[in-house]
């Protein structure tokens, strides 16, 4: 069992940064790939990006690529999310989401453990 906590969201201008971090709890994470997804109202849960246990590897949706970063610090059980140069498209609530196999996914239907979310605005 994973329990996962994130923090970090809040309201920023296009073209400023935030960083969303995600801890977690439970002695199996090391072990857990994790990922990021958001949720935009009216939309549906999509990816962000993920990374494999040990964190050697590393996916992203085509509309984050170059703008974020997912990071991970096991011996901290955090999981971050650097977001740079952000968009108003970016707003969303952010999930972080960890599964019972080292290897990512991009798939939401993945994930066995999710977090409470944490709203980021980007204001024009």
């Known amino acids: 069992q994973v329990q996962l906590v994130e923090s970090g969201g809040g309201l920023v201008q296009a073209g400023g940064s935030l960083r969303l971090s995600c801890a977690a709890s439970?002695?199996?994470?090391?072990?857990?790939?994790t990922g990021w997804f958001r949720q935009a109202p009216g939309k549906e849960r999509e990816f962000v990006a993920s990374?494999?246990?040990?964190?050697?590897?590393?996916y992203y949706a085509d509309s984050v690529k170059g703008r974020f970063t997912i990071s991970r610090d096991d011996a901290k059980g955090t999981v971050y999310l650097q977001m740079n140069n952000l968009k108003p498209e970016d707003t969303a609530v952010y999930y972080c989401?960890?599964?019972?196999?080292?290897?990512?996914?991009?798939?939401?239907?993945?994930?066995?453990?999710w977090g409470q979310g944490t709203q980021v605005t980007v204001s024009s």
């Open positions: 439970g002695r199996t994470f090391s072990s857990c790939a």
């Open positions: 989401a960890a599964r019972d196999s080292g290897w990512p996914s991009l798939g939401v239907a993945q994930y066995a453990y």
């Open positions: 990374i494999s246990a040990g964190g050697r590897r590393t």
